[in-house]
T-cell receptor, first 114, second 113 residues
């Protein structure tokens, strides 16, 4: 029962470096999401993928790119990391296309940009 | 603007005591409201979902209420345990577009022995 798996769990980058956060789910969910969580703020949507082959911007997409590699995997890429991207990143998936489906979250990836 | 406000921001209670967390929202139109529990260093996990027609729902020692008229929800924890120490996040879903989820900033609960 792996659920949603994120890697890496921790990462330290220097300003300007690039990296990719990986996410995979084994629940056969259609929709996948990337959120960031910062102190004092609610979870904010970066990008989402409603279904395999589609991706869309969320609330805070600037500085990020995503790839829905297949139904299981959804990656988040930082092309040129900035200190403002220091955050905890959560990948989530949801089984239903409608609004009642529960979000299943990964354990989070804590990123520090120096 | 669609918003979800939670109170208090943080709360400390003694083990065995009860507590109530509040969630007020302005999301419209309304579809449903979920309470998530987030343990430190972990991802959020759903506790319960409240739809428009539901007033109260229990999940063990957790009881959620919803007043759709006043746009308020509460999460009541009975006989608290140390393992209840976590952040509790209220998430409201609008029914225009399946991505319309509005997150509260959470209430951080500490249960002290």
């Amino acid at each position: 029962n792996a659920g949603v798996t994120q890697t890496p769990k921790f990462q330290v980058l220097k300003t300007g470096q690039s990296m990719t956060l990986q996410c995979a789910q084994d629940m056969n969910h259609n929709s996948m999401y990337w959120y960031r969580q910062d102190p004092g703020m609610g979870l904010r949507l970066i990008y989402y993928s409603a279904s395999e082959g589609t991706t869309d911007k969320g609330e805070v997409p600037n500085g990020y790119n995503v790839s829905r590699l297949n139904k299981r995997e959804f990656s988040l890429r930082l092309e040129s990391a900035a200190p403002s991207q220091t955050s905890v990143y959560f990948c989530a998936s949801r089984p239903l296309r409608g609004n009642t489906g529960e979000l299943f979250f990964g354990e989070g990836s804590r990123l520090t940009v120096l | 603007k669609n918003q979800v406000e939670q109170s208090p921001q943080s709360l400390i209670i003694l083990e065995g005591k009860n507590c109530t967390l509040q969630c007020n929202y302005t999301v419209s139109p309304f579809s449903n409201l979920r309470w998530y529990k987030q343990d430190t260093g972990r991802g959020p996990v759903s506790l319960t979902i409240m739809t428009f027609s539901e007033n109260t729902k229990s999940n063990g020692r957790y009881t959620a209420t919803l007043d759709a008229d006043t746009k308020q929800s509460s999460l009541h924890i009975t006989a608290s345990q140390l393992s209840d120490s976590a952040s509790y996040i209220c998430v409201v879903s609008g029914n225009t577009g399946f991505q319309k989820l509005v997150f509260g900033t959470g209430t951080r609960l500490l249960v002290s022995p």
